[in-house]
C-alpha cells in the first residue's frame, strides 16, 4: 500500500511538472475562464511560496525591484494617458508572476528526484516541447482537427490570424503565441537540445531527431527560427575554438546537416501534399531570389513603414499607455518591439524594461556554473534584443527557469517545521 501510494504520488508531481512547464511556456486561455493558464499557475505558485514560507532568492528580489519600476512607470503612463489602457498594467503583473513558477517548477522537480538540478529541467523542458511540436504537426495536417482548433486558440475579432493558420503552424496557445513567437521558443529548445548533449551524455539518434522535429517545427511557425539558427551556429563555434577549429567545425557541420535535411524533408513534404502556399511563404527569400535576383519579402518591406516616432515630448518621455489599439490591433499600427515599447513606456519605462532583463541575464549567468548553461543565457538575452527590432518579445520566462533550477544553493524556509518534513521525505534544504 505504502509503495502504491509513493507511486501515485510520484506519478501525480510529474503530471503537474509537465502542466506547470507546458503552462509556463505556452499559455492560453481556457473557454469561459476569463484568465490564462499562466496566469493560474502563476497565483498558484505564488501562493504556494508564501504559504511554505520560502526564502526569496536574491535574484528573485532583484528581479521583483526592477518590475516594480516598470509598474511605476506603467501608472504613470496609464494616469497620463488621454486614452488609458489597462493592457500594460495586466502583462507586468504577468512578469512578476515568473520567478514564483520557476520556483515552483524546481520545487516540484525537488520532489519526484530529491534533487534539482539544470538537466533535469531541461529534460522536462525537451518533453514539453517535444509534445507541442507534435501536437501542432498533426493539427497542421489534419484539416478537419485543424477546424476545430482555431476558434480555441483565437479570439473572435481575430480574423487576421484565422486566415494566417491556414497556411501556417498552430501552436497549443494564446494568439500573442502563435507563429513568429513560436518559432523563436522551438529556436531556444533547439539550443537547450545542444546544451543538454554537452552536460550528459545523449544518443545521437535521439539527439538528431530532436534537432529535425524542432527545425520542422520552428521553420513551419515563423522564418525567425532560420536566423535563431544561424546565431547558434555562431554561438557554437565560438565554443568550440578554444579547442580547435577542426573540432568546431565538426560540431556546426552536424548540426547545419540536420537542419539542412529538415528543410529537404520539408520542401519535399509541402510540395508532394499540395501546401504550395506554406511552402511559397516558409523559402519566400529563396523563390524572389531564383526569379529577381533579389533576396527580399514583403514582411521586410511592411516593417519599413512601421518606424515610426512620438510627436511630443511627454510621449516620448512616459509613453501613452497603450500597446494596442481600441479597435484590436496594435497601437500605432506598428509591430517593432522597440517602437511599441517606446509609445507604450516612453523612455524612462522602456529604459526598465531592457534593464530588467540585462540585470535577470546578469544574475542568471552568474548563478550557473556551466559555459554550455551560461553560452545559453547569452543567446536568449542577444536574440532578445535582436527579435524586438521586429516584434515584442522579452527573456524573463525562459531565463527566471534557468536562474531557480540552475542555482546550486537549495531553497531555504523560515519555518522549522517544514525543514524537519523535508529531511523526513529525504530532501535537504537549509533553515534561516
Not at 514564483?100 to 533535469?120: G, S
Not at 531570389?289 to 514582411?299: L, T
Request: glycine letters at 6%.
Amino acid at each position: 500500500m505504502q509503495v502504491r501510494l509513493t507511486l501515485n504520488l510520484n506519478l501525480f508531481h510529474k503530471v503537474t511538472l509537465f502542466l506547470a512547464l507546458f503552462w509556463f511556456f505556452f499559455p492560453f486561455r481556457i473557454p469561459g475562464i476569463p484568465i490564462s493558464t499562466e496566469q493560474l499557475v502563476g497565483v498558484y505558485a505564488l501562493g504556494y511560496v508564501i504559504w511554505h514560507r520560502m526564502v526569496l532568492p536574491d535574484w528573485v528580489i532583484s528581479y521583483i525591484k526592477w518590475i516594480t519600476f516598470i509598474i511605476i512607470c506603467s501608472l504613470i503612463s496609464l494616469i497620463c494617458s488621454p486614452n488609458p489602457d489597462a493592457q500594460p498594467i495586466k502583462l507586468v503583473i504577468i512578469w512578476i508572476l515568473y520567478p514564483f513558477i520557476a520556483l515552483y517548477i524546481r520545487e516540484v522537480i525537488t520532489k519526484i528526484y530529491h534533487k534539482c538540478n539544470i538537466e533535469i529541467c531541461f529534460k522536462w523542458v525537451i518533453i514539453v516541447f517535444v509534445t507541442q511540436a507534435i501536437i501542432s504537426l498533426i493539427i497542421f495536417v489534419v484539416p478537419p482537427i485543424k477546424e476545430i482548433v482555431i476558434p480555441l486558440v483565437t479570439s473572435d475579432d481575430s480574423s487576421t490570424i484565422k486566415s494566417v493558420m491556414g497556411f501556417r503552424l498552430i501552436a497549443i496557445a494564446k494568439p500573442e503565441m502563435q507563429f513568429a513567437n513560436m518559432a523563436v521558443a522551438y529556436g531556444i529548445a533547439t539550443y537547450i537540445v545542444y546544451v543538454r548533449s554537452k552536460l550528459v551524455k545523449m544518443n545521437q539518434i535521439w539527439f538528431a531527431s530532436l534537432i529535425l522535429l524542432f527545425s520542422i517545427a520552428g521553420l513551419l511557425s515563423g522564418r525567425s527560427y532560420a536566423i535563431m539558427m544561424a546565431l547558434m551556429i555562431g554561438m557554437i563555434a565560438i565554443l568550440k575554438c578554444n579547442k580547435g577549429i577542426g573540432v568546431g567545425f565538426k560540431y556546426i557541420l552536424k548540426i547545419s546537416c540536420i537542419i539542412g535535411i529538415a528543410v529537404a524533408i520539408l520542401i519535399a513534404w509541402l510540395l508532394a501534399n499540395g501546401y504550395e502556399e506554406t511552402y511559397k511563404w516558409a523559402f519566400e527569400i529563396f523563390i524572389n531570389y531564383q526569379e529577381s535576383g533579389k533576396m527580399d519579402m514583403a514582411s521586410a518591406d511592411v516593417m519599413k513603414s512601421m518606424y515610426k516616432f512620438p510627436d511630443n515630448p511627454i510621449t516620448w518621455l512616459i509613453g501613452d499607455g497603450r500597446l494596442g489599439n481600441e479597435s484590436g490591433g496594435s497601437y500605432m499600427h506598428t509591430d517593432i518591439g522597440y517602437i511599441r515599447y517606446l509609445f507604450c513606456w516612453g523612455i524612462l519605462g522602456s529604459l526598465m524594461v531592457y534593464l530588467s532583463q540585462l540585470s535577470l541575464f546578469y544574475n542568471t549567468f552568474k548563478l550557473v556554473s556551466s559555459r554550455y548553461v551560461k553560452s545559453l543565457a547569452i543567446f536568449i538575452i542577444v536574440w532578445a534584443f535582436i527579435y524586438l527590432s521586429k516584434e515584442i518579445y522579452n527573456c524573463y520566462c525562459p531565463l527566471c527557469l534557468i536562474a531557480a533550477c540552475g542555482q546550486t544553493e537549495p531553497v531555504t524556509y523560515l519555518s522549522k517545521k517544514h525543514l524537519i518534513l523535508k529531511r523526513k521525505h529525504g530532501i535537504l534544504h537549509n533553515k534561516v
